[in-house]
């Protein structure tokens, strides 16, 4: 919700209406898509499909669902400041650009448990910026 908040923020600011439309979230990219816009209000009314059949979802299934899926952006960026000790500023960095949180998490643990968090990030950090 906090991205799809931020998207209609800025079309609101730049002068531009928020029209009707279905989206979904894109985990990896932290932000909606577009999926078919609205003609009217009658297009949100749900309609009874008696030809679907019914589905039983187990807690099994439900439960073996949530272990594939991959973490939303706030537990990942809940999770690099507290499992690395990583600080707001150093997540928000690493989480613009995706794959640099897949990298680190891989070195630390490849590194092993006598590596800094704190040093790897700093490495990427000077390889990716130049500072």
Same mark, same amino acid.
């Given at each position: 919700?906090?991205?799809?908040?931020i998207r209609q923020a800025?079309?609101?600011?730049?002068?531009?209406? =928020? =029209?009707?439309?279905?989206?979904?979230?894109?985990?990896?990219k932290d932000t909606t898509?577009?999926?078919?816009?609205?003609?009217?209000?009658?297009?949100?009314?749900?309609?009874?499909?008696?030809?679907?059949? !019914?589905?039983?979802? !187990?807690?099994?299934?439900?439960?073996?669902?949530?272990? !594939?899926?991959?973490? =939303?952006?706030?537990?990942?960026?809940?999770?690099?400041?507290?499992?690395?000790?990583?600080?707001?500023?150093? =997540?928000?960095?690493?989480? !613009?650009?995706?794959?640099?949180?897949?990298?680190?998490?891989?070195?630390?643990?490849?590194?092993?448990?006598?590596?800094?968090?704190?040093l790897v990030y700093n490495?990427?950090?000077?390889?990716?910026?130049?500072?």
């Amino acid at each position: 919700m906090e991205s799809e908040i931020i998207r209609q923020a800025e079309m609101l600011d730049r002068g531009e209406s =928020v =029209v009707l439309q279905t989206r979904r979230y894109d985990v990896k990219k932290d932000t909606t898509v577009l999926l078919r816009k609205k003609e009217k209000d009658l297009d949100y009314r749900f309609m009874y499909d008696p030809d679907l059949p !019914s589905y039983f979802i !187990s807690p099994e299934m439900i439960k073996s669902a949530e272990k !594939s899926l991959d973490l =939303v952006p706030f537990d990942l960026k809940k999770q690099l400041k507290e499992e690395f000790s990583l600080t707001v500023e150093q =997540v928000q960095f690493m989480y !613009s650009l995706p794959e640099l949180v897949d990298y680190f998490k891989s070195l630390c643990s490849n590194l092993g448990s006598n590596v800094d968090p704190q040093l790897v990030y700093n490495w990427i950090f000077i390889i990716f910026t130049g500072n």
